[in-house]
């Protein structure tokens, strides 16, 4: 009989929750809007689908090897994959990027609104 009073309620209580752990439902923005890309000069390189295109000055970051985006949204934290394309943007130029924010991106810069670099113009 006690084992019964204990088996029921545990496994109750994992059935309950093993339910709870794969919810994969996406979770609603709000409708918060998306910025609106801003749009650049002729020399701008080409934004694929889905991208946006900003425009700037190149600021170091309190850290180490932080390049920041500014300009007249905020600070933009520029994020490279590529080492090579990261190596073409100086401090202090005036440059276009083309890339995606990631808000929820987790970085050491402590700075800015992460921006994935894709192309750099004017560098």
Request: glycine letters at 10%; aromatic letters at 2%; charged letters at 10%.
């Amino acid at each position: 009989m006690l084992i019964r009073k204990t088996v029921v309620p545990v496994a109750l209580l994992l059935a309950l929750s093993a339910g709870c752990a794969n919810n994969n439902a996406p979770i609603d923005a709000g409708g918060a809007p998306e910025p609106a890309p801003v749009t650049s000069s002729a020399a701008a390189p080409s934004a694929p689908a889905g991208s946006t295109t900003l425009t700037g000055t190149v600021t170091a970051g309190v850290e180490p090897n932080c390049l920041l985006l500014k300009d007249g949204a905020g600070d933009h934290l520029l994020v490279f994959d590529d080492q090579k394309l990261q190596a073409t943007v100086q401090v202090g130029a005036e440059v276009t990027v083309v890339g995606k924010a990631d808000p929820g991106m987790m970085t050491t810069c402590m700075q800015g609104e992460p921006f994935l670099v894709s192309s750099v113009a004017g560098s």
